[in-house]
């Protein structure tokens, strides 16, 4: 690709860029910055959060690199592969101020990840798979502010509502746990680097910091909670 078509598809409008900083990082960056973490990306439930997402250029990276793995390690088993599917979809978050881009960015994991559902579990997939993970996506990707740490509205204004984030655990064999933080308290109580992952349970609950919690099949997580 020339510089010059990289650069255009990389900016949407000089108004976006002035008001919003809105530069998409190129595939070649994207891809250069992954392989720096690349057995990461390789693990389902390795969480990954991108505060500025935009439409998604590298938490769809890494949703691809992280089925690509699935689809070698469960060639056999379509129903492993849905599980764990699920999983890795629930571990990407994104924050961006842009309603657009969060449209869009949702858009994008979910197409790439029913592609691959669809392709390798043919005859096996179900739409209630399918809604569980559209809805966990809706979960993930967050229209809100990444300084304030609130949600916006469609303006891009800061809302009264904080930004929640779900932790989704695989527990069980097929239930999947959903824990809601905020994304304040996780920033205050992680360890730099972590997300979810340096509270242990008791001090999620003994600090206040965790909101509330449903336990329901991976399939079903949309019946519960909004
Ligand atoms: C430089 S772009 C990067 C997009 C994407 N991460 C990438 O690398 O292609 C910056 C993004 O940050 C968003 N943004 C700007 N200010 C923000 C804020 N305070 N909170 C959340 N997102 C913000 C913009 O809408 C834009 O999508």
Redesign the pocket.
């Known amino acids: 690709m020339s510089a010059t078509k990289q650069e255009s598809s990389q900016i949407k409008s000089k108004e ?1 860029v002035s008001l ?6 190129a595939e070649r960056e ?1 891809n250069a910055m992954l392989d720096l973490v690349a057995s990461e990306c390789l693990r389902p439930d390795s969480r990954f959060l ?6 998604g ?2 938490l769809s990276a890494i949703l691809k690199r992280k089925l690509t793995e699935l689809r070698r390690k469960y060639k056999k088993s379509p129903h492993d592969y849905e599980k764990m599917a699920i999983v890795a979809i629930g571990s990407l978050y994104g ?4 309603n657009d ?1 969060v449209i869009a960015c949702r858009e994008r994991l979910f197409g790439i990840w029913d592609a691959e559902y669809t392709c390798h579990c043919k005859g096996e997939t179900s739409d209630e798979t399918r809604e569980a993970a559209r809805f966990i996506i809706s979960r993930n990707i967050i229209n ?5 740490l609130m949600c916006v509205d469609s303006v891009g204004k800061d809302t009264k509502a904080p930004i929640v984030f779900s932790e989704w655990t695989l527990i069980g064999g097929t239930q999947m746990q959903r824990s809601d933080y905020t994304m304040t308290d996780l920033l205050l109580y992680s360890e730099e680097g972590t997300l979810f992952a340096a509270l242990t349970e008791e001090q999620k609950e003994e600090g206040g910091v965790f909101l509330r919690r449903y336990i329901t099949h991976y399939k079903k997580v949309q019946e519960y909670g909004e």
């Open positions: 976006r919003h900083g809105e530069v998409f990082t994207v991108e505060p500025a997402c935009g439409d250029n590298f924050v961006d101020i842009m881009n809100g502010n990444a300084l304030t």
